[in-house]
């Protein structure tokens, strides 16, 4: 790929491709999707966390207005067990009588409008027997899964350093449920043209949903065809097949019509999963000069009782600090509870909390300088394998950051700065992100005018990713901008992976990549074929490509447009396919690092009231190459509200004796408004990461990171009070 | 669907009619509260009467008193000059209140009559509620929350009244025309509300077919200074944890009369009669506001997740005190 020039348009704060589309309503969610003949189902929900279903009476709703049919497990299609995909997935709905958590489908009602379908599902009587459900993390009679993923890990001796360690940090860190909640109700129109299938639907992976479903119906998986072109976020809500989806197809099976089901906010907090609450034990042992001799993190999170869960909380122990001796270990414990599930951050939102705030325990213990503790121990390459990093900022992230905010300014004694009812106080937290990729393929076609699309069944959920695709490719052929055209979300394209883990970027960018070369290389072969063409003779090594144009490097007047060798050959168009998998670490010798980052945050406590308000708030991160500096900090700026809103608002309560989510409206569960969130300056440093061609690592997630300590820590400078639970309420600050 | 009629008189008279004649119809105004508990399945009327045609809306002088049509908005009573200059606690609430978009909706009858916030009461899939079904217990006495009430209450309910409004209403000694078929009745906002006790499901002396058509506001004499000050979790756009309405007379450093309520603690909006009394020719020290505090905040009625209420909503009318008599 010596051949591509440096692309010159990479970094540019290009405005969204989509941006024009979305503010004038022209862009298409799937709940905007409206299909003729179309009918609409409404979702019945059990009020108990636990037993069986005795008794439904569906009379009074099958008489209802308007109503084609109602489904329970009495009349429901048999269904195929959802495959074994990369991310596990819930057993299709309605296949039996048996209730595992409170706001499990119980029945959809299909009618001719919203109205109808709703009003008649609140006429389903259901008579249960309940059995004793559990719902509290720490019952015993609960199932706990040890070392989950196989993933526990130890390298030196723990025990002996604790034992050993001159200054030890013992504490238990807990996080609260928080909920996903995307803006966009999460819908599915499904439409069956005999045996095939379309779905509008709102998700993060057109792929895995096609896949899910086909096998579910018993159909092949091109007979399914998902369309996603945009959804209306995410965070991780999106990256599973989810029960309503399987019910829009079984009912638009039953009535022969498309069947529209639009879920409502309520159903959104059951019907999609939650970040997992989360228990921490950490231990760290150091010497007098705060120099980590041991680290030992073990968590608890919950699962749901025929659920899956990655959410290895303890990982982030195993790669934020150099340590000689390291254990980590997760647990989980089912209960019968709705899906916990992926959420901006999975595992190490809650890990770097747990881990961040102990680190600020021993610094205050050691009396060291927070942010020197953190260069002190900083990884200079990756303390488990001793091999080198991709790439790793982190320190640049703590120096810039530290300049930015003004950290030497202040005074370290705690409860020492004050202005008038409010103590005053500065946190810094250090964010070591997880790496992910997945195998990712793209298409990309120079069409005979000399310009381009780029296909991939991946979809953007909001963070950009037409934009930088565009941006990518067009700096690959020598394009501008505008001459790329992109066609995301349909699986019928590319096959693509999903749109989560904070590596999309690097998964499709890294397709994109390989399939523009390949192209380039047809391009110049194409060349060659044509004795007068000026290219012909010229070897594959030597070309460049700038303005729609290849030619010989260093001699930009011997070439040829695109356009033109298509016109020549008498094409018109021609295509190639990318495709990209994750390299191998143990090949290029080195560890892949995910994103680094730094946080500082002012944070204003009234001593008397207990109200806390983030003054300020610096954020530093490494993503390696930025694509798209205006997108890239569109994604940490929300990242850091969704910090905010973790560390101070965010808990999905669960009722303790019916398992019913207690909050689950937009009024009750609290997340930030735009009063709560002060001025928030954003900064990225590091260097184009080694370990994919493009030298991206994804910013999706880590803007998230890493907020909630800080404010934790600058909490303890400003009142003394370290709070080891989120989030940070004033009932926990009143003397 | 469920069906529903629609009517939209425009007389007060045909209004109270299209009511008190159908036991199950409900007036309509801004449909903030309504239309909401409608959707969420809280509330079935047979017959919806918008009264948003009738003349009842905006804001009259009468001497020392403003007097308020029911269908006045927030937004709009905000905007009142006078209220501004003479008792701005009462912008303070009403602007601390809600949204902007729901501002403009919502009227002041409606405030006045708005249901409570309790997650219990809101969710017709919990089966016990003494206030939406009598008789059938109450889940939220039973549940960890922060946001019920602490005073007022009893096993039987905990819901809290939400109004901000209303806190420096009652302080005021706001009073409330009532139109109905027999004719216009005047109650003071003080006993306009009524304590759960047994009937949680009674929440005001409003009969069937009664129907709010102004707001008296007496303006406190000129000079009296005054303060709401409302204490939450985040910054805008929630009810409540603790709030207190104050407005003082001073001379010097003593308080020559004094008007308390307080919000976000009790099962109606609470007026704290006895912490007027401890500030009436007090001086404004910390002893006497503290005094005034404990003075109001007695008996509470708690639950796990509301005992921090106690001392929050204390400290809540000291701050309110130390700031509105410095």
């Keep these: 790929m010596t051949t591509i020039q440096q692309p010159r348009i990479l970094g540019a704060g290009v405005d969204r491709v989509d941006g024009p589309l979305k503010v004038t309503g022209q862009a298409r969610y799937p709940n905007d999707v409206n299909l003729p003949g179309m009918a609409y189902a409404a979702v019945v929900r059990s009020t108990i966390p636990s037993g069986r279903i005795r008794r439904m009476d569906t009379t009074a709703a099958e008489k209802s207005a308007g109503v084609l049919e109602v489904i329970t497990h009495e009349n429901a299609d048999h269904l195929g067990e959802a495959p074994a995909t990369f991310i596990k997935n819930p057993q299709p709905p309605l296949q039996d009588d048996v209730i595992r958590y409170y706001g499990q489908y119980v029945a959809v009602v299909v009618a001719d409008t919203q109205q109808n379908a709703t009003a008649a599902a609140g006429l389903i009587e259901v008579e249960y027997d309940r059995h004793e459900a559990l719902l509290d993390l720490h019952d015993p009679r609960a199932e706990r899964i040890k070392d989950p993923w196989g993933e526990d890990t130890a390298w030196g001796d723990v025990r002996t350093a604790l034992n050993r360690a001159p200054v030890v940090i013992d504490q238990t860190y807990t996080t609260s449920e928080n909920t996903n909640n995307p803006l966009g109700l999460f819908t599915t129109l499904a439409a069956w043209d005999g045996d095939t299938l379309t779905l509008h639907d709102s998700n993060q992976w057109p792929n895995m949903i096609q896949q899910v479903v086909a096998a579910m119906f018993g159909v092949p998986t091109d007979a399914v065809r998902v369309l996603t072109p945009f959804v209306g976020g995410g965070f991780g809500a999106g990256l599973r097949c989810w029960s309503h989806i399987p019910l829009a197809v079984m009912a638009a099976r039953h009535v022969g019509r498309p069947v529209k089901l639009e879920l409502t906010r309520p159903e959104m907090f059951t019907g999609l999963g939650h970040r997992t609450g989360s228990v921490n034990w950490i231990r760290l042992g150091a010497t007098r000069d705060g120099r980590l001799t041991a680290i030992e993190h073990e968590s608890l999170t919950t699962l749901p009782l025929d659920g899956d869960e990655y959410e290895p909380c303890s990982s982030v122990s195993t790669w934020s600090y150099a340590s000689p001796n390291v254990t980590a270990r997760d647990q989980q414990v089912r209960l019968n509870i709705p899906w916990t599930n992926f959420m901006r951050a999975p595992g190490d939102a809650q890990g770097n909390f747990a881990l961040e705030s102990a680190i600020d325990e021993l610094a205050w213990e050691v009396g060291l300088d927070p942010l020197e503790i953190r260069l002190l121990n900083y990884a200079e390459v990756d303390p488990k394998t001793g091999r080198p990093w991709s790439s790793n900022a982190l320190r640049q992230c703590l120096e810039v950051g530290a300049r930015r905010f003004g950290w030497s300014e202040r005074n370290p004694e705690i409860r020492s700065m004050r202005d008038g009812h409010e103590l005053v106080g500065y946190g810094v937290a250090g964010v070591s992100f997880f790496w992910y990729q997945q195998p990712c393929s793209a298409k990309v076609i120079v069409r005979g005018d000399g310009s381009a699309y780029v296909r991939s069944a991946v979809t953007d959920i909001g963070t950009g990713t037409y934009t930088i695709m565009a941006q990518l490719a067009a700096g690959l052929l020598g394009l501008e901008v505008e001459q790329v055209e992109m066609q995301l979300g349909d699986s019928s394209m590319p096959v693509g992976t999903a749109a989560g883990g904070s590596g999309l970027t690097a998964a499709l960018g890294s397709a994109v990549h390989d399939a523009c070369g390949r192209l380039i290389q047809k391009f110049v072969d194409l060349a060659g074929t044509d004795p007068f063409s000026p290219l012909a003779n010229v070897p594959f090594e030597d070309v460049s490509v700038s303005e729609g144009r290849l030619f010989r490097r260093g001699e930009p007047t011997r070439g040829e447009s695109l356009a033109r060798i298509l016109a020549v050959h008498g094409l018109t168009e021609l295509s190639a396919d990318g495709n990209s998998t994750p390299n191998s670490p143990d090949e290029l010798g080195m560890t892949p690092a995910g994103a680094r980052g730094a946080r500082f945050v002012e944070v204003r406590v009234d001593e008397d009231l207990g109200r806390i308000r983030v003054a300020r708030i610096v954020t530093v991160n490494d993503g390696g190459r930025i694509l798209n500096e205006k997108l890239a900090r569109s994604q940490i700026l929300g990242g850091t509200v969704g910090g905010v809103g973790m560390a101070l608002f965010e808990d999905t309560v669960t009722d303790k004796d019916t398992g019913r989510i207690a909050n689950a409206t937009f009024g009750d569960y609290l997340i930030p408004v735009n009063a709560d969130i002060p001025d928030v300056h954003t900064e990225f440093v590091g260097e184009a990461d080694a370990f994919n061609p493009i030298g991206v690592k994804g910013v999706g997630e880590i803007g998230l990171v890493g907020v909630a300590p800080a404010i934790a820590n600058g909490v303890f400078h400003a009142t003394g009070k370290r709070i080891r639970s989120l989030p940070i309420t004033m009932d926990e600050l009143l003397d | ?326």
């Design chain 2, 1 to 326: 669907m469920r069906e529903f009629r629609y009517e939209r008189p425009t007389t007060v008279a045909e209004a109270i009619r299209a009511v008190a004649h159908d036991p199950e119809a409900d007036f309509l105004a801004g449909g903030t509260t309504e239309v909401d508990l409608m959707k969420d399945g809280v509330l079935h009327p047979d017959l919806l009467v918008d009264i948003t045609r009738l003349p009842l809306r905006g804001v009259r002088r009468n001497g020392t008193m403003l007097q308020v049509g029911a269908l006045t908005t927030m937004e709009e009573l905000a905007a009142d000059h006078t209220l501004a200059e003479r008792a701005p606690f009462v912008v303070e609430a009403l602007l601390r209140g809600a949204s902007v978009q729901l501002r403009n909706m919502a009227t002041i009858g409606g405030n006045l009559l708005q249901r409570t916030r309790c997650r219990y009461f809101r969710d017709p899939a919990v089966p016990a509620c003494n206030k939406r079904e009598p008789g059938s217990g109450c889940e939220a006495v039973n549940s960890v929350a922060r946001m019920h009430a602490i005073l007022g209450a009893s096993p039987a309910c905990i819901a809290l009244h939400a109004s901000d409004l209303a806190v420096p209403l009652v302080a005021l000694d706001a009073v409330v025309h009532i139109e109905s078929e027999e004719g216009e009745r005047l109650v003071p906002l003080t006993q306009f509300y009524l304590m759960p006790g047994e009937t949680p499901d009674r929440e005001n002396v409003l009969r069937h077919g009664e129907l709010i058509t102004a707001i008296d506001i007496p303006l406190p004499p000129e000079g009296t200074r005054s303060l709401y000050l409302k204490i939450r979790d985040r910054a805008s756009y929630e009810f409540a944890l603790t709030s207190a309405a104050v407005a003082v007379i001073m001379d010097g450093a003593v308080i020559k009369d004094a008007r308390v309520a307080m919000g976000g603690i009790g099962t109606i909006p609470w007026r704290g009669f006895e912490a007027e009394e401890v500030l009436r020719e007090a001086p404004a020290t910390p002893e006497t506001f503290r005094s005034a505090a404990d003075g109001t905040i007695r008996d509470p009625f708690l639950v796990p997740g509301t005992a921090f209420k106690v001392e929050l909503a204390k400290r809540t009318l000291i701050r309110a005190l130390t700031e509105v008599t410095s």
